[in-house]
């Protein structure tokens, strides 16, 4: 049987470059290691910024409370007035006048996805999805994007955006909204805070029953407030998506970078380790 030991280790040759040199790589691969760790934080932060947003607006109704108390919104006064000054009685309990409250299968559906086994994807630039979130790449669409990826096997009612085209495997749903310019990223926002895992099947695999999902209470604001927040968080979506694939071109170049300047292959100035 084939074994590695520290006798053999012991008598592979090693390239060691100098101290300067050591240090020069170091320093380079360092700094594109900080860059994409920045862009991984920026990206939590501008999610959690539009996730803010819309508990403010859709859960704490921050501006309709501040309206009937007569208070400042801290919004502009053309997105203020977009807000009602009266709070209703619901099957979710208050929520703001004017605004409705439906079934969950009144707003979208929950479409299956495909199998797609691991040795039959292609290299490619389309993300394939399952229930965890992304678990590779392949070289067609299943949905054009953007879209919204919901964990159906496994780990089930696990949300995931989704900013372009994807692929979802046979372990998800993917969302497909009933209405026309109805807001993917309002859905998104509504469907994290459903806890659509206390409606997965009790079984040896845990699965979201969709039909039980369908029957959830879902808070339906005014079409004008929703287009609000959906150009908000669009922004700091596209913001996210710049950043993310800035930090795989980054990855790519770190990962093609490593054993060439490891090996000798490819030399650097000691200078710059300084």
Known sequence: MANLNTSILSTCPFVIPPKNEQRAIAHILGTLDDKIELNHRLNETLEAMARALFKSWFVDFDPVRARMEGRDTGLPSHIADLFPDRLVESELGEIPEGWEVKPLGELIDLAYGKALK?????????????????????DKKLVAGPGIVVGRKGNPGTVTWVHGDFFPIDTTFFV???????????????????????????????????NLAYMNWQLAPSKIVVDQFSHFANSFFARCHRLGEESRALTTLRDALLPKLVSGELRVGSHMGD
Request: net charge positive; glycine share 8%; charged share 15%.
């Open 118 to 138: 691991a040795r039959s994807r292609k290299n490619g630039s389309v993300p394939v999805y399952g229930s965890n979130g992304q678990v590779g790449w392949h």
């Open 176 to 210: 497909v909204p009933k209405h026309e310019n109805q807001s993917l990223h309002f859905l998104f926002f509504a469907l994290t805070i459903q806890d659509l895992s206390l409606v997965a099947a009790d079984s040896a695999v845990p699965g979201l029953n969709r």
